[in-house]
């Protein structure tokens, strides 16, 4: 104890006490350093927050090195501040070098900006995404089939970039998919990883379309790698089901000029007795929500005629 206590002591006592401070003020460089410090610290995450942070505290330590060298004439303190300057100026160069390396087409950068930026998704992440896709993007003529319903496999997840699709089922319109939208999304979610399936509706090019597809068994790997993408498709695939079902639900109609309400099953099947039982929870579940409101749409033109 009395060993550990003249260490304490002499850690303390043993320096000369400041009986006078400076009258005059350091000189503007330190001042600027500071500022630099105090600014740099304020930065984000990402990328571009790195650059920022490393760039600011570089300037920092740079001009401590300055203000060490010409004021305080201390070999110390400027070898420590400009050994921080140099491993701030290499870890700005190694961002750099990241950032120019992550780089896109333009239809992938502009499917970034309009769909994934605004979630957050970082351009890493992005990167494994449209690997995964081989960062190529499909082109679908005019009046070209993207799927046929009853023959077409369902073997890929497809996001269109620009264009729009008609889909229809036994020659019936059922809605469009715009840009931004998934092509098969349904389709997606009604199967399991291991099932195979085909699909129940036609998809139809009305304009040239550009879409990005990946490959059902590809991007099942890559949700297994990474589970954060495993849930931002999830996400992006539910809201894009639940927009298709609102689309639907504009078009369907039951008896006397009621309108069907996909939010309020029981009441429409109350409404209408001699409809056929509702199925268990689960098997609606495994069902495409497309077949679901088809079967609707065929039962209220079965009960008009």
Not at 24 to 40: D, K, Q
Not at 163 to 178: A, P, S
Request: charged residues 20%; proline residues 3%; hydrophobic residues 40%.
């Amino acid at each position: 104890m009395g060993e550990n206590a003249s260490f304490w002591e002499s850690l303390i006592y043993a320096h000369p006490t400041c009986t006078t401070w400076k009258q005059e003020a350091e000189g503007s460089i330190y001042h600027l350093a500071s500022i630099f410090f105090v600014v740099g610290f304020m930065g984000g995450s990402g990328f571009f927050g790195l650059l920022y942070v490393f760039s600011l505290l570089g300037l920092g330590f740079l001009c401590s090195s300055v203000w060490a060298w010409l004021d305080v004439c201390a070999a110390d303190i400027f070898s420590w501040n400009f050994i921080l300057f140099a491993i701030c100026f290499i870890q700005f160069i190694y961002v750099t070098y990241q950032v120019r390396s992550v780089s896109f087409d333009k239809e992938f950068q502009e499917l970034y900006n309009a769909l994934f930026q605004p979630l957050g998704i970082s351009l890493t992440v992005y990167r494994k995404i449209v690997l995964c896709c081989d960062a190529e993007v499909v082109t679908l003529e005019k009046e070209h089939c993207y799927a046929m319903q009853g023959k077409t496999p369902i073997d890929k997840l497809s996001l269109l970039v620009s264009g729009r699709i008609r889909v229809t089922v036994d020659g019936e319109f059922l809605h469009y998919i715009f840009p931004l939208q998934f092509l098969d999304s349904p389709e997606w979610d009604s199967l399991r990883p291991t099932e195979e399936g085909i699909f129940q509706v036609t998809l139809t090019a009305e304009t040239d379309c550009r879409y990005v597809a990946w490959r059902r068994k590809k991007l099942y790997l890559l949700f297994a790698k990474h589970r954060f993408i495993s849930r931002l498709f999830s996400i992006l695939i539910g809201s894009d089901i639940a927009e298709k079902l609102y689309a639907l639900n504009d078009r369907v109609q039951v008896g006397k000029g009621f309108r069907y309400d996909i939010r309020l099953p029981n009441f429409y099947h109350v409404s209408l007795p001699e409809t056929p039982t509702v199925k268990s929870s689960h098997h609606l579940q495994r069902n495409s929500p497309r077949r679901k409101l088809t079967g609707v749409t065929n039962c209220d033109t079965s009960r008009k005629q």
